[in-house]
């Protein structure tokens, strides 16, 4: 989806899925999250972001972008997909 390869992809980002955090760890926190749909910017608090809009709350810039799953229709639209690549491409700083 962003047009990198697996080792620029990887050291520009740190995955963890939410259920393996602490919340109030979590929290209190540093850097950039990009958050896969909105249950996952629920568990953090900060649901009324839009999608593909970066947002400073606290310390961290999060951003929000639909969930890419089979489920998620929003990706039906190569716009869309366009939309997320270039909003999680500009918070990489890539």
């Known amino acids: ?3 990198v390869d697996d080792d620029t ?3 520009a980002f740190r995955r963890a ?3 393996d955090l ?3 760890a979590f929290r ?3 850097g950039d999250v990009v958050m896969l749909g909105r249950a996952v910017a629920r568990w ?4 009324r972001l839009r999608y593909f809009e970066a947002e400073t709350v606290g310390s961290r810039v999060f951003l929000l972008i639909p969930h890419p799953s089979g489920r998620c229709r929003v990706y039906n639209d190569q716009a869309a997909r366009r939309r997320a690549r270039d909003a999680v491409r500009r ?4």
């Open 91 to 94: 918070l990489a700083g890539l």
């Open 22 to 24: 602490d919340r109030d």
């Open 9 to 11: 992809y990887l050291s």
């Open 1 to 3: 989806m962003l047009g």
């Open 28 to 30: 209190r926190g540093r």
């Open 17 to 19: 899925n939410v259920s």
């Open 44 to 47: 953090v608090g900060v649901a």
